[in-house]
């Protein structure tokens, strides 16, 4: 069994970020769920265009306010606790929160840990991360 | 892109229960996403043995307070808000909770979503479950 503490992990290297947002990897490829889980915060008033083009990941708003902006199809969804948005075809997309808001997020493949968002919103493919 | 909202899906079938805690699986096997995600609340004053002997699952606490001790090391550990455990050898384990303790649950492979606890505290294997 493996017991992590967001509030430890958060000051360690298990935290990563970029512009305005941050990442805390609870579990990675390497603890071999075949996932990796991340809690991950947003900050008031920023947008960010992500498109994973090599994972699949499911995102559930615990707190906060926002909303996403699907770019295929120009639908626009409100972001707020108990919401929960699911990018199984790939979707790019278009993250606005008005609070800072904490996601709670699944990766598959999972995460290796090293990855950061390059310049075109998406996550090297598992096998050529660093 | 899949929208769910946990405050209208736990008015659907997607809620299930048995004694004392229910989950709401807003993403399932159909889904395609490669795992399953559930927000599961256990009562306040409740333990329940469980033991997923088919699936690995990592469990993030949102809110309330509790423990889980590991049946086979038999250590206990404090289960407050931001605190995961991935079970993954497996792992039988006890969860005790003092409040209404609500998870954020991943399940590897993906619940079906007919699956309920059988007596042995486990799941039946993905390809058997109704």
């Keep these: 069994m ?7 992990a958060k000051n360690t290297d298990r935290k990563v970020g970029a512009q305005r947002w941050n990442s805390v990897r609870l579990l990675l490829k390497d603890d071999g769920m075949g996932f990796s889980f991340h809690i991950t915060t947003i900050e008031a008033g920023s947008e960010h265009r992500f498109h994973y083009k090599h994972h699949l990941e499911s995102v559930y708003c615990v ?7 699907d770019i295929a199809t120009g639908e626009t969804h409100e972001i707020r606790p108990g919401v929960m948005y699911a990018l199984d075809k790939h979707d790019e997309h278009i993250l606005r929160c ?3 808001t904490v996601f709670a997020c699944v990766f598959n493949p999972p995460v290796t840990g090293d990855e ?7 996550y090297a493919p598992a096998d050529t991360a660093a």
């Excluded at 950061?116 to 998406?122: L, Q, T």
């Design 116 to 122: 950061v968002h390059r310049e075109d919103g998406s």
């Design 98 to 100: 008005e609070e800072e």
């Design 63 to 69: 707190s906060g306010k926002g909303s996403i902006t």
């Design 2 to 8: 493996i017991v992590r503490d967001f509030h430890e």
